[in-house]
């Protein structure tokens, strides 16, 4: 697999993995909307000194906006406040364990509805991480029942989103970050205020840091590696997300540990490790195509001359210079490009250029 989208992942996975038990310390302070509004707020700040660097066009906001509207509303509004509300009702650690349940349903999704390849080890981590969900989910407690439904929930909302934000080419990541702060937080935090009045500072500026870094950053990240990854790949590998909360809350907020949590986590752990080698060989055709996203020259899909000036002036001048293929080699960059109907084999997993049909595989 890609090691630059397994890298992307983990990483976006840390940072939301320490979001979960933090935030579920602010669900006392700010109501469910208020806290949803502002995470997503943080988030919007934390890219916007970097939107600039991709240019949009009008061309590519028009393809991509009705993806990019029902990614915004389900998996940046809806779907951040069933969590809130589930952490008001769930311990730090249970609730991080929970969010487990995002896999499967991005899993479901990415193979009934978007058609992506899964695969077996795909389909057996997810089992696994079922499993892990129902042993944490079940208990006689009936709030955590409550909180645990609420949890399910946004992790259906994410699931959707997830497949389609990993499918949205047109628009750069730091984009769909900004739009699902700006439009989705906002208007969680006004429906917020009307609902539970103004909160106090501290709660406020506590909220923004966390969305920033567990939510700007790992939106950002997640997204870019799931291009590289497919939706069901990317999300197993930010299945690790959940250990690292689960690992916070018993640590630095000191919450007791209960044996379901140990026995679901490391359950979910054997899961999540059979997504590192998913990939398979067939062969494939890639149809033409006019996208933009983050590319090399050198990984077979991309042959394409730079004879027209990009946003990137480092590989402006790189070009410049040698005016070929050749030129940009292994540079990662990003531009709208064009593909050529293109038929050939080699091992691949459900990237944004290998969503092709396996019926006849």
Known sequence: MNRLGVIRCSVAAVLFGISAPAASRLAGDLGAFTLAGLLYLGAALAVLPVVHRTPVTISSIRRGAPRLASAVVVGGAVGPVLLMAGLANTSAASASLLLNLELVFTTVLAYFVFHEHVGNRVVVGTVLVVIAGATLGWS??????????????????????????????????????????????????????????????????????????????????????????????GQLVFATAPFVGAFVAWTVFAEPVASRQVVSLLIAAAGVSFVLRSSHEHEHTHDEIEHDHEHTHDDGHHHHHHQHAHADDHERDHDQAAGSVASVGSLRHQHTHHHSPLRHSHPHVPDLHHRHDHSHA
């Open 140 to 233: 006689g407690d009936a709030d955590l029942r409550w909180g645990a439904v609420l949890i399910a929930g946004a992790c259906l909302c994410w699931g959707i989103d997830n497949c389609i934000t990993a499918t949205l080419d047109e628009l750069a990541p730091s984009h769909i970050t900004l739009a699902k702060g700006v439009v989705a937080g906002g208007a969680n935090l006004a429906i917020g205020l009307v609902i539970d009045g103004a909160p106090s500072p501290g709660p406020v500026l506590a909220a923004l840091v966390v969305g920033g870094f567990g939510y700007g950053l790992s939106i950002t990240l997640w997204v870019a590696g799931a291009r590289d990854l497919g939706a069901a790949r």
